[in-house]
């Protein structure tokens, strides 16, 4: 017995060495070994579905990666099989598996980002696409409407045709500002201007079908006035429970006939930035979206709101306030229930 445990003893070691080289080489073939040692850059392409398979075998055909079989097994393991997309890489040295694998979750040099914030509006994204080489805004206005627009007395509607549940509700005769999805989203560069504002509207249905928001407060508004209020409330205030307060105080107003009075559609209207204020010039505005002169809702959204705002639209918290200011400094709202105390807030918090 004693023999054979000193031969079990040396066979044990033998494995562990055999383990050994064995992770070594793989490790060695996917962290250090180079195709083309020496070469301070190199750039390959990702055809049209590619698999790991196909692409592993052209990589190893023009010399950019030694072994196949470990690049396949590689990028399979690290579930980058999945994300693998058409376009232009270009890649620094080392040039080895795990380099081009970790590349290829980048955006190629095919690729352009776009990227929409929250309470941008359709000025924002014109510039966007313009900026990003896509369209000038004249184009983008063609496709999806100008600002503060009625198109009802117009042969220029917008062009956009788009098969979405959240367009339900919507006019024709407005733009499609508020129905895109604030997000960051890549494209390649040859994409149109139609096809990128298009997945903005059906990334936006995905989003609010795939959300828990209900309308539980307001069941008598439609999908499209939760999205005018919820622009609103977007440019308004900034942290989520204010943001459903102020909801409740808007839609008070609008069902008592009231203007809404936010300074946001106003400047919406003159699409002049730089402060907060308006002048009486702007508040006479005679359009349609200046709810100084107008009482209720404006036809349509003044900007794209993000999910916070659209879940304050629906479900306002109720509150006996019917007015409030924003601090400008620190976002902090102050609420008041008579016109009196509501300038004295004024007075106090933004003079």
């Given at each position: 017995m004693a023999k054979q445990k000193n031969i079990t003893k040396p066979i044990r070691i033998i494995i562990a060495l055999c383990v050994f080289v064995g992770v070594w080489y793989v490790y060695s073939g996917i962290y250090r070994a180079e195709a083309q040692p020496g070469v301070e850059s190199l750039t390959f392409q990702v055809e049209e579905g590619d698999t790991a398979a196909t692409l592993a075998a052209r990589l190893e055909e023009k010399n950019i990666i030694r072994n196949q079989s470990l690049f396949e097994w590689y990028v399979r393991f690290k579930k980058i099989d999945t994300k693998i997309h058409r376009g232009t890489f270009t890649i620094q040295a080392p040039v080895t598996?795990?380099?081009?694998?970790?590349?290829?979750?980048?955006?190629?040099?095919?690729?352009?980002?776009?990227?929409?914030?929250?309470?941008w509006n359709l000025r924002d994204i014109a510039a966007e696409l313009e900026k990003k080489g896509i369209a000038g805004k004249e184009e983008v206005y063609a496709i999806v409407g100008e600002p503060a627009v009625d198109y009802r007395n117009r042969a220029d509607k917008p062009t956009l045709q788009v098969n979405a549940a959240i367009l339900r509700d919507k006019p024709d005769y407005v733009s499609f500002?508020?129905?895109?999805?604030?997000?960051?989203?890549?494209?390649?560069?040859?994409?149109?201007?139609?096809?990128?504002?298009e997945r903005l509207v059906k990334e936006r249905n995905r989003q609010l079908a795939q959300s828990i928001i209900e309308l539980k407060g307001v069941e008598d508004?439609?999908?499209?006035?939760?999205?005018?209020?919820?622009?609103?409330i977007e440019k308004e205030v900034i942290?989520?429970?204010?943001?459903?307060?102020?909801?409740?105080?808007?839609?008070?107003?609008?069902?008592?006939?009231?203007?809404?009075?936010?300074?946001?559609?106003?400047h919406y209207v003159s699409g002049r930035g730089g402060d907060v204020f308006t002048t009486s010039k702007e508040r006479d505005s005679e359009n349609l979206w200046n709810t100084y002169k107008y009482p209720g809702l404006p036809p349509g959204p003044i900007s794209t709101p993000g999910l916070e705002s659209i879940d304050a639209a629906a479900n306002p918290t109720p509150n006996d306030y019917w007015y409030f200011i924003t601090e400008l400094d620190t976002g902090k709202v102050h609420y008041a229930k008579t016109l009196d105390e509501h300038n004295a807030n004024v007075q106090k918090y933004l003079r």
């Open positions: 598996i795990a380099h081009i694998a970790q590349k290829l979750q980048d955006p190629s040099l095919d690729e352009v980002t776009i990227t929409v914030i929250p309470g500002e508020g129905y895109f999805r604030p997000d960051t989203y890549r494209f390649f560069k040859d994409v149109t201007a139609e096809q990128v504002l508004k439609s999908l499209h006035d939760v999205m005018t209020m919820a622009s609103i942290h989520h429970d204010d943001k459903k307060m102020v909801a409740d105080i808007f839609w008070k107003r609008h069902d008592a006939g009231m203007g809404l009075q936010a300074d946001s559609t106003v």
